[in-house]
DNA sequence: CCCATTCGACTCTTGCCAGT
DNA sequence: ACTGGCAAGAGTCGAATGGG
């Protein structure tokens, strides 16, 4: 290997060899005198101290005062329970017996209490209210037991009540995060199909737990309620299939997806892998639905958001595993490591698009490559027109048909161009094979295509190519908002003919890869027809009445 | 005490290479 | 030719340090 200037990996290389003793004393003192392994003077130390002390006694007063406030509640609450009637009072005191049974923790069991009895204002409700805190203490534990592994403080956890799924974060007042749950469970939820999941660290959520739809008080409630917006799935798939042979061990699971707790996909040879996760660290069968996994979540960047941010990769790695998973019919616990593998692609879907495009920005666009300074003068000219830098608020030309005249709004050649190279390709292609994702062509998808034209004027911006300039998140995912902006205002001018135009590039891009047309279902019958055949039937029928009576 | 600087760990993106 | 994986290199972040 070359000699690297990668800060981090520089000590380990260096300390790897271990036959240059002057060498490694010199690491060795380097590293007393430095980075996270050296020591703090000993006034940073007592100022360390402080702080931590600070914080200490911060905690215990807020601590004290949280303990005053709930002494006070319940006082107020069992005053106002003394007025209620005696049934409801029986119901309260079921529900409190419960409690008792399943009661590590006091304080948290109080604001389980509290949700609970919100529930107990009428007959029904409170006999729910008790199934409810039996499932509240169920999943306690299981939060309680997996913090104790995981060791983090906040988690969000996927639930499966009556065999759907639920997403909800707990956090410090984990209570809260769940009675939204409970309010719109107007059904008693039983322990048998509840299952928890750990997805994985907690990510701030702006609105915390929103349901979708409004709750209806008799009907069944829909209770899927996810924290980040989810794409149209489910994606099309073909036939649910087999990847490779499953472990022996595996049958048992195929055909139904289990309600318990899932295991963790098998390592190769059963040896946990040390380095960055990759799908080659599994057997043979995981590492397929790891790959398949990845295409569809590169997909979703495509398609839904091409910048997501943190909370929405992590729902869309549970989304395209789940969906593996059914497909293959082997059912596996989504862990981090996998969740990092799918999330470690949305850069690779960007950066093939980029490979597509590049090639073709110097011949669509006229820049020259000779590289005199006449022509270096040229391209920065040609650049700035393009990206129309002169102006206050610049919009993009680019993507016009006629850059000059501004007419054919993303209709440049190079945009079909690239749809078609990236995913068009041929009928295998993801455009072909998630054509519900493309079909019309979506606002995210052009806005992604632009960004990365964009990307490839940029490297042209100083008037010759430079080969350094970088697709980084932070420099576009800005840029791809402005485009995004810019599209759906077009979209919204007229919101049928946009998408007839979208759906014609979809067209024109299937076309070109060679895929079959997409076949219109097949017309029925049509009315004229329906009352003609009808009335032919009502004769028949009669004839064969009339036939079974004279044999009589 | 504040702020600039330094440094190591970590993340992100890219280019290259091996396997298919 | 395409795909997946690896490693280099650039960038970022947070903690420690030291000078004013």
Not at 54 to 77: F, G, P, T
Not at 138 to 165: D, E, I, M, Q, S
Not at 216 to 242: K, M
Not at 474 to 483: C, E, G, L, R, V
Request: net charge positive; proline share 7%.
């Amino acid at each position: 290997m070359p000699a690297t200037t990668r800060k981090g990996k520089a000590k380990s290389a260096s300390s790897g060899d271990g036959d240059n003793p002057s060498e490694t004393e010199a690491i060795e003192a380097a590293d007393d005198r430095s980075g996270r392994a050296r020591k703090p003077s000993k006034k940073q130390a007592e100022i360390n101290e402080d702080k931590q002390t600070a914080v200490k006694r911060k905690l215990e007063a807020m601590q004290k005062e949280y303990k005053k406030l709930k002494q006070q509640a319940k006082k107020l609450k069992t005053s106002k329970a003394g007025s209620k009637t005696s049934e409801s009072a029986g119901n309260a005191s079921e529900s409190s017996s419960e409690s008792s049974s399943f009661s590590p923790e006091s304080e948290e069991e109080d604001e389980t209490v509290a949700t609970t009895r919100k529930h107990q204002s009428a007959d029904a409700t409170a006999r729910l209210a008790v199934c409810h805190f039996r499932v509240i203490a169920r999943l306690r534990l299981a939060v309680h037991r997996l913090r104790a592994t995981a060791r983090l403080p906040v988690h969000r956890l996927r639930v499966n009540v009556h065999g759907r799924a639920v997403s909800f974060v707990t956090s410090a007042s984990w209570s809260f995060a769940i009675s939204p749950l409970l309010a719109y469970c107007t059904r008693p939820l039983t322990l048998a199909p509840l299952a928890t999941t750990l997805l994985g660290p907690f990510i701030i959520i702006p609105t915390p737990f929103i349901p979708t739809a409004p709750p209806s008080p008799l009907a069944l409630p829909p209770i899927i309620t996810i924290t980040r917006p989810l794409p149209s799935w489910p994606l099309i798939f073909e036939q649910p299939d087999h990847l490779g042979a499953p472990p022996p061990a595996l049958p048992a699971q195929a055909g139904q997806p289990p309600t318990g707790d899932l295991k963790d996909p098998p390592f190769l040879h059963g040896r946990t892998p040390t380095g960055k996760p990759k799908a080659g660290d599994y057997e043979a069968h995981v590492n397929k639905m790891i790959v398949r996994a990845c295409h569809q979540y590169e997909v979703l960047i495509a398609t839904e958001d091409a910048f997501p941010d943190l909370g929405t990769q992590d729902g869309w790695a549970t989304q395209v595993w789940t969906d593996t998973c059914k497909r293959t019919q082997v059912f596996y616990k989504l862990t981090e490591r996998v969740e990092k593998i799918i999330t470690g692609r949305d850069s690779h879907a960007r950066g093939g698009l980029r490979d597509k495009i590049r090639p073709h920005i110097a011949a669509t666009y006229g820049f020259v490559t000779d590289g005199s300074e006449r022509a270096k003068g040229a391209n920065r000219e040609r650049y700035r027109f393009l990206l129309d830098c002169d102006a206050s608020k610049p919009e993009p030309v680019f993507h016009y048909k006629d850059v000059e005249s501004r007419s054919g709004f993303a209709h440049n050649v190079l945009i079909l161009r690239a749809l078609q190279d990236h995913w068009f390709a041929d009928g295998t292609s993801p455009g072909i094979k998630y054509a519900s994702q493309f079909s019309p062509i979506r606002e995210v998808t052009l806005a992604l295509v632009f960004t990365t034209i964009q990307f490839c004027l940029d490297q042209w911006a100083d008037g010759t190519f430079n080969k350094h300039h970088m697709y980084t998140e932070k420099a576009y995912k800005s840029q791809y908002d402005m485009h995004l902006r810019h599209i759906r205002d077009w979209c919204a001018m007229d919101v049928n003919a946009s998408r007839t135009v979208r759906q014609r590039l979809y067209d024109r891009a299937r076309r070109a890869s060679g895929a079959a047309p997409v076949t219109a279902p097949c017309p029925g019958l049509s009315d004229s027809s329906k009352e003609r055949l009808r009335a032919e039937l009502a004769a028949q029928a009669a004839a064969c009445d009339s036939d079974a009576e004279e044999n009589a």
